[in-house]
Each structure stands twice: as structure tokens, then as C-alpha cells.
């Protein structure tokens, strides 16, 4: 298979967000954005899930995060290395081959019944992840016009959230309304024959979609393998890495910004991860019995996904006419105010605020990501890597979340549910205060 340089337009700047030239490769590599987008949606329910099926706390649970979103952190500066040495597309190919050795594990953990090994899958899975992602964010950056590619990028990450929905969907329905709806204390009183089959027989629900999306991106690599793509972006395969990351360590726009997407990415997954506790609380208090609050709270999750969603398309359309940190800093400001009242309100309106910060998250991730590559020119390829670690923040932050959770109450009478949601508050401010920054600048 050879792959083509195409050639850029001799005459004046192209209008079009994508150019024709580049539409079939641009589709291919959106399509990733939906992949992972799976992955991750499928896998935020899972804490819970686990946690019921091991018997474990919340906390424990959320070991889930650590080991996914650790593997982007571990994998995110080799990955920007094989794309600098090589090409954008061998980046993808070799994530697409980890997501789909990973998820494919996931048989040989449930055989095994061990937790640990678990975490070993969805480690190996999110290392594939983070080439993906190392990789075609600055791949469609590099397909058109400089001066849209912001906008470019918010467009393909349009469609990260609806495979995001789908994976929501297939957890919802797939997999907690298939486990067996005995809670995690009753569990814990089983004779331990009985638990162990009750875990085995739970297991098997869990890892069949897992099994079935690892068959569908080894379908997907042998597209991109065969397919023609172009070779933007990958002019230079010199490495002279140590001067790149010196002069990327001059560069404050992109060092704030590695900081502003550790802290809005540890506060999306927070948000996403702990809606069902969230849910599940404020419902229970209601009346509603545990399995009922677990499935209605996945409803409003998919609620808060379908926001995200319109919100994200919407704001896509406003760049047309503001500039993304105006946008980003008003989208963080009001992230911030509805996180108050997730935190303040003990009621269903504190969870329909924890839905509407959905709409506020939609165009933080791509508008970072945009302003902090913004005129690194082929240094972009390495300080995309400081960009996906910086992905860290979803394998860190959650925990500390767990662990206020798992307190019971916080300052007395007030539910350490709705407390944990500080964190996310204080993530959002530092999003602000980086989008009004960028704004001055």
C-alpha cells in the first residue's frame, strides 16, 4: 500500500471547513472519535457495576478510571514519538490494534474472575486510546485551513459523544439491566459458593460487548489499512525531541493549556462517572428502590450525553463568529455556576443542574486542544502528547471524588455526594481562568 501526499490548493485559502481532498480520509479518522467515545462511556458506568459484582467501595471501584485513564498518560509521548518517526496513520493503526487487543482481554479476565486483570485490559485498551487520540486530533487539525481548524476539530469531536451515547446505551441495556439487581451488601452476606456464581454469571454480561466492539476495530483497521490517506503534518521525521519539548516548555499558551485540560478532563470524567451515585441518591431519598435509581439515573446520564451533544454542534456553529476562548470562558463560567447548584440543591433540580454542565463540557476538550496547538507548526505532533496526558486528570482526580463519596456525610448533615462535587467546581474555574487568559492574549 502506498499512501499520497496531496497537493495543497495553488490559489487562495479554501472556504470549505474540509476540503474535498480530504473528505473520505477526514470521515475515517472522525469515525475514531466515535470508537472512543465508546470506550469511554461504556466504561464510566462500570464503577458501579464492579463495585456491586466484587462486593467492593466506591472507591475500589473507581480503580476502573485510574487503570483507563493511566494508560493515556502512559502511552501518549511514545505515541507522539512512533507519529514523528513515522506517519499520522501508522499512530492509528497501532491504536487501533491496542484498543483491540485490550478489549479482547476482557474474555480471558472473566475466565480468570480476577479483578486485577480487569484493570489490565482496560489499561492496555486505553494505551490504544491514547495513540488514537494522539493521533487524530493534530491529524485533523492539519486537514484544511489553518484558520478553521479549531472549528475543524470541534466538528469531528461532534461525533466522540454519539459513540459516547451508544456506549451508554449498551451499558444501560446491555449490561446493568442484565446483571442481577442484588445489591452490594446483600452480596456480601452470600456463602461464598454462591457469590462466586452470582459473580461469574455477572461477568459474562459485562464483557460481552467488550468482545464485540474488539471485533469491530479489527474491522476498522484493515479500512484504514488498505485506504489511501494523506500525508499532512508528517513533512519532518526528525526527532531532535529534547529541543521540541524545550521550545514547547517556552510556549505558555500550551503549558497553561496542558494544565486546563488535566483539570477539565479529571472534572468531565468526575461529572459523567459519579452521576449515577449522584442519581441514585437523590432518587433513593424519593423513595425509589436502588436497581429503579440506578436505571433511571443511567437515563439521565444518556440526557446529560444528548446536551453535550447539541451543545457541541451549537457551539461549533458560534465560532463562525466569536473566538474560541470567548466561548470557552463563557461556556466554563456557567459550568461553574451549575456545578453550585448540583452542590447546593438536595433535590431533582441539583440533578438537572448536573445535567445541564454537560452543555457547558461540549467544546472545552477540542478548544483547548486547538488553542494550545495553535502555530506549533510541526512541533505539534510531540506537544499533542503533553496534551493527552494531560488526560491524567481523569485517572487521578475521580478518587479523590470516590473518597468524599464513600464518607457518608460531609460538615455534619450535608451529603457527601453533593460535596464531592467541589472538585469538579474548582476544575471548571481553572478552565475559566485559562479561557480568559487566552482571550487577553
Known amino acids: 500500500m502506498t499512501e499520497h501526499n496531496t497537493p495543497a490548493p495553488a490559489t487562495t485559502r479554501p472556504t470549505a471547513l474540509v476540503p474535498r481532498q480530504y473528505l473520505w480520509p477526514f470521515m475515517l479518522i472522525t469515525s475514531c472519535f466515535a470508537l472512543w467515545g465508546f470506550a469511554n462511556d461504556i466504561t464510566n458506568p462500570m464503577v458501579k457495576a464492579f463495585s456491586k459484582i466484587f462486593h467492593m467501595s466506591v472507591t475500589d471501584g473507581a480503580l476502573v478510571q485510574m487503570a483507563f485513564y493511566g494508560g493515556y498518560f502512559a502511552m501518549a509521548l511514545p505515541a507522539a514519538m512512533v507519529i514523528r518517526r513515522y506517519t499520522y496513520k501508522t499512530g ?195 423513595g425509589m428502590g436502588e436497581q429503579a435509581a440506578e436505571m433511571l439515573s443511567q437515563r439521565f446520564n444518556i440526557a446529560a450525553m444528548l446536551l453535550f451533544i447539541v451543545a457541541r454542534f451549537v457551539a461549533t456553529y458560534l465560532m463562525k463568529w466569536f473566538r474560541p476562548a470567548t466561548i470557552l470562558t463563557l461556556f466554563a463560567v456557567a459550568a461553574i455556576a451549575l456545578t453550585a447548584g448540583t452542590i447546593l440543591l438536595r433535590d431533582r433540580m441539583g440533578l438537572y443542574c448536573l445535567v445541564g454542565v454537560s452543555a457547558c463540557m461540549s467544546l472545552m476538550f477540542p478548544t483547548i486542544y486547538g488553542i494550545a496547538l495553535d502555530g506549533l507548526g510541526d512541533d505539534a505532533k510531540i506537544g499533542a502528547a503533553g496534551l493527552i496526558m494531560a488526560i491524567l486528570g481523569g485517572s487521578v482526580l475521580p478518587p479523590l471524588q470516590a473518597m468524599i463519596i464513600d464518607r457518608g456525610t460531609v460538615l455534619g448533615t450535608v451529603p457527601a455526594t453533593n460535596a464531592s462535587f467541589i472538585l469538579p467546581l474548582v476544575c471548571f474555574a481553572v478552565v475559566a481562568a485559562y479561557g480568559l487568559r487566552m482571550r487577553r492574549a
Not at 114 to 122: C, G, P
Request: proline share 4%; charged share 10%; aromatic share 12%.
Open 92 to 286: 492509528v493503526l497501532t491504536g487501533l490494534a491496542l484498543y483491540a487487543v485490550g478489549a479482547l482481554l476482557f474474555f480471558p479476565a472473566k475466565e480468570a474472575g480476577v479483578y486485577a486483570f480487569f484493570l489490565i485490559a482496560y489499561f492496555i485498551m486505553t494505551c490504544g486510546l491514547s495513540f488514537l487520540e494522539t493521533s487524530c486530533n493534530p491529524y485533523i487539525l492539519a486537514m484544511g485551513d489553518a484558520h478553521t481548524a479549531t472549528r475543524r476539530l470541534n466538528l469531528a469531536q461532534c461525533f466522540n459523544p454519539c459513540g459516547s451515547i451508544v456506549g451508554m446505551y449498551v451499558a444501560m441495556t446491555f449490561i446493568q439491566a442484565r446483571l442481577n439487581p442484588m445489591g452490594s451488601e446483600q452480596r456480601g452476606q452470600l456463602p461464598a459458593a454462591e457469590f462466586e456464581a452470582l459473580k461469574e454469571a455477572d461477568l459474562s454480561v459485562l464483557v460481552a460487548p467488550y468482545l464485540l466492539i474488539g471485533l469491530v476495530i479489527v474491522a476498522m483497521f484493515f479500512v484504514i489499512l488498505v485506504t489511501k490517506m494523506p500525508h499532512n503534518g508528517d513533512q519532518s521525521h526528525d526527532m531532535h525531541l529534547a529541543s521540541t519539548l524545550r521550545r514547547l516548555s517556552h510556549q505558555p499558551r500550551y503549558v497553561e493549556g496542558i494544565v486546563a485540560q488535566f483539570f477539565y478532563v479529571g472534572a468531565q470524567i468526575m461529572c459523567w462517572t459519579f452521576i449515577i451515585q449522584y442519581g441514585t441518591h437523590v432518587l433513593m431519598r424519593e
